[in-house]
T-cell receptor, first 115, second 114 residues
Framework: GAGVSQSPSNKVTEKGKDVELRCDPI?????LYWYRQSLGQGLEFLIY????????KSGLPSDRFSAERTGGSVSTLTIQRTQQEDSAVYLC?????????????FGPGTRLTVL | AQSVTQLGSHVSVSEGALVLLRCNYS??????LFWYVQYPNQGLQLLLK??????LVKGINGFEAEFKKSETSFHLTKPSAHMSDAAEYFC????????????FGKGTLLTVNP
C-alpha cells in the first residue's frame, strides 16, 4: 500500500515569508508525528497528533511553528515569518497508534531552504 | 530525560567486513529501542526494534542488534558488509509507558569500500 507522502519535496523561500508543509499519513494510522532534521541538531521531535486528542506541541521551537490535522488524516505544518535557522528537512511519520513500541513509518521529507 | 549516544559519526568498512555501529542510551528504565536507516534523499526505514523478550533481535538486510541492559547498549551488527549498506544509521529510543516520541542519536554514516 501507499506509504507516508509529503509535499512539496523541496521548498525555497525568503526570510520572513510563511510556508506550509503537508503530510499524508498511511490510511488507518491514528498517530502522526512531525520531526525536524538539521545538520546542527540532528533529528528532533516537533509535534504529535493522536486521533481527536489535543496535540502534544512540546517540541515546537517557537510560536512561529504550528500544525493542524484535519479529519484525523492530513496534517499541515506551518512556519510563519521564516528564519534562516528554520532551514532543515521536515519529516512526517505515522503509526497505527501512539504506543511506544509501534513502528513509525516515515515520509521522504520536505527540504526547506530559507534564503 | 532520555538520551542516545552513537559513538562514531562516520564508520568506514571494506565490502565483506563486519559492520559494528554503537549505540548507548540513558534512561531511568530500559526503553523501547530502534535502529533506522536513511538512504540519500529518502525517509527513515526501520531496520529492527527491541521491545521485550529475546535480547538478540534480527532485522532486515541481515542486520541484528543485541540489547544489553547492564551496559545500556544496543549495538547494531552485520557479519558481512555489502555496498548497498552504505547509508546513515540512526539509533532511537521511546520511553515505556505512555510516552511515544522517538529520541534519536546523531547518526552514523556508514561507508562501504570495494
Amino acid at each position: 500500500g501507499a506509504g507516508v507522502s509529503q509535499s512539496p519535496s523541496n521548498k525555497v523561500t525568503e526570510k520572513g515569508k510563511d510556508v506550509e508543509l503537508r503530510c499524508d499519513p498511511i490510511s488507518g494510522h491514528t498517530a502522526l508525528y512531525w520531526y525536524r532534521q538539521s545538520l546542527g541538531q540532528g533529528l528532533e521531535f516537533l509535534i504529535y497528533f493522536q486521533g481527536n486528542s489535543a496535540p502534544d506541541k512540546s517540541g515546537l521551537p517557537s510560536d512561529r511553528f504550528s500544525a493542524e490535522r484535519t479529519g484525523g488524516s492530513v496534517s499541515t505544518l506551518t512556519i510563519q515569518r521564516t528564519q534562516q535557522e528554520d532551514s532543515a528537512v521536515y519529516l512526517c511519520a505515522s503509526s497505527l497508534a501512539a504506543i511506544g513500541y509501534n513502528e513509525q513509518f516515515f515520509g521522504p521529507g520536505t527540504r526547506l531552504t530559507v534564503l | 530525560a532520555q538520551s542516545v549516544t552513537q559513538l562514531g559519526s562516520h564508520v568506514s568498512v571494506s565490502e565483506g567486513a563486519l559492520v559494528l555501529l554503537r549505540c548507548n542510551y540513558s534512561s531511568s528504565v530500559p526503553p523501547y529501542l530502534f535502529w533506522y536507516v536513511q538512504y540519500p534523499n529518502q525517509g527513515l526505514q526501520l531496520l529492527l526494534k527491541y521491545t521485550t523478550g529475546a535480547t538478540l533481535v534480527k532485522g532486515i538486510n541481515g542486520f541484528e542488534a543485541e540489547f544489553k541492559k547492564s551496559e545500556t547498549s544496543f549495538h547494531l551488527t552485520k557479519p558481512s558488509a555489502h555496498m548497498s549498506d552504505a547509508a546513515e544509521y540512526f539509533c532511537a529510543v521511546s520511553e515505556r509507558g505512555s510516552n511515544y516520541k522517538l529520541t534519536f542519536g546523531k547518526g552514523t554514516l556508514l561507508t562501504v569500500n570495494p
